[in-house]
């Protein structure tokens, strides 16, 4: 029972740079998201997706792109990687988008940009 | 807008004594979920305990216990018997009842020591 499965775990990139954070989970959820964990700052909503082609913005999308062609994987895209981005991210997925789907969440993925 | 603060950005306890984590939030909903999670070193995010604003009744898990106010809009967690385990970031969420709002604090670091 994986779960929610991040990968990399650790990723280092020069600014300019693009790469994209995997995200797959495999309990059928419709909703997904993509969260940024900076230092005082708590977690924070980047992207967020509600089903299989459908995304939305959350509260810092600026700088990131996401997808979702499929129900089980969610990856989100840093097209020009900037140092504001160097920061932990967390993908987490819930049954629906109802409020009393507790979210389970992957590891997380520690971005740094130099 | 909503809001969720913990203004106790650190707090220290010794094994087997009771903590209690401040978290207030701002809302003008009248239906929503409380969550409060645990983020150990290993910087997975655990879910501790939720609890709908319907309920009157407030929520248990073991050792872990929340202190309800709605009208004083206050979601404190309690930790009895603390253990070296515990030492972790907790972090208190609020969602709305239509599921556009997950909104997380900053966090509490609680360090449990022997």
């Known amino acids: 029972n994986a779960g929610v499965t991040q990968t990399p775990k650790f990723q280092v990139l020069k600014t300019g740079q693009s790469m994209t954070l995997q995200c797959a989970q495999d309990m059928n959820h419709e909703y997904m998201s993509w969260y940024r964990q900076d230092p005082g700052m708590g977690l924070r909503l980047i992207h967020y997706?509600?089903?299989?082609?459908?995304?939305d913005q959350g509260e810092v999308p600026n700088g990131y792109n996401v997808s979702r062609s499929t129900t089980e994987d969610f990856p989100l895209r840093l097209l020009s990687a900037a140092p504001s981005q160097t920061s932990v991210y967390f993908c987490a997925s819930s049954q629906d988008r109802r409020y009393d789907s507790p979210l389970h969440f992957g590891n997380g993925t520690r971005l740094t940009v130099t | 807008a909503q809001t969720v603060t913990q203004s106790q950005p650190e707090m220290s306890v010794q094994e087997a004594e009771t903590v209690t984590l401040s978290c207030t939030y701002d809302t003008s909903e009248n239906n929503y979920y409380l969550f409060w999670y645990k983020q150990p070193p290993s910087r997975q995010m655990i879910l501790v305990i939720r609890q709908e604003a319907y309920k009157q009744q407030n929520a248990t898990e073991n050792r872990f216990s929340v202190n309800f106010q709605k009208a004083a809009k206050s979601f404190s967690l309690k930790i009895s018997d603390s253990q070296l385990g515990d030492t972790a970031m907790y972090f208190c969420a609020f969602i709305n009842q239509a599921g556009t709002a997950l909104i997380f604090g900053k966090g509490t670091t609680l360090s449990v020591s022997s």
């Open positions: 997706s509600v089903g299989a082609g459908i995304t």
